[in-house]
């Protein structure tokens, strides 16, 4: 999947993402991006295991949460870094529009991860496919998790899903996924 910039990413969920450019600096590749979240919305606890990312509030208010912290918030101008490893997640408190700027490195896959995630969301109404989940978790599971699926689904449902997947020609969507990075 050839990515040209700008690239917008949009889900029923009420997250809207465009990937700007990337570009090096001091020998890392950086996403600039830009995210809009309606009230009330925002992705669900979730861990990138190689990328930083950082978002600085525009406008609205940014609620955030470390797993197993407190939730806290950032408001125009302040900038929350989340480090790579680290289960978080986001979402738009107040009644309007969270805009922010977002920075991801190294973005890896992101970019793909994130329109396959939201392509499967848009086609089943607002949550992914069981088979693009389990695709795309279980290929790209060197770069990102999601803690809201149990590990049972993850171990036993997922592989099961991706063996009848392939027998099926499901599989067939995901011929051009790029290489997962390594562990």
């Known amino acids: 999947m050839k990515i040209s910039y700008p690239h917008t990413v949009a889900g029923t969920t009420g997250e809207k993402i465009t990937f ?13 991006g830009e995210v809009e979240v309606q009230p009330q919305a925002g992705p669900p ?8 990312e950082s978002f600085t509030s525009v406008s609205g208010t940014m609620a955030y949460q470390i797993l197993g ?17 680290i289960p978080h997640k986001f979402w738009n408190p107040g009644p309007d ?10 973005p890896d ?11 499967s969301i848009n086609e089943n ?5 069981l088979y693009d989940g389990a695709f795309l978790l279980t290929h790209f599971k060197s770069e990102f998790a999601m803690h809201d699926i149990p590990p049972f689904v993850q171990k036993f449902t997922f592989p099961t899903v991706l063996f009848f997947g392939k027998l099926t020609g499901k599989n067939r969507k995901f011929r051009h996924a790029p290489t997962s990075v390594p562990a």
Do not use: W
Request: with cysteine.
């Open 69 to 85: 912290h407190e939730v806290k918030y950032a408001y125009p101008g302040e900038t929350v870094l989340i480090k790579a490893g």
């Open 45 to 52: 606890m979730h861990t990138h295991h190689k990328q930083d």
């Open 125 to 129: 109404k607002g949550k992914p496919s």
């Open 20 to 32: 700007l450019n990337s570009y090096i600096k001091d020998g890392v590749e950086i996403l600039e």
């Open 109 to 119: 896959n992101f970019v793909y991860f994130l329109t396959e995630l939201y392509r």
């Open 97 to 106: 529009l969270l805009k922010c700027k977002s920075y991801v490195n190294p």
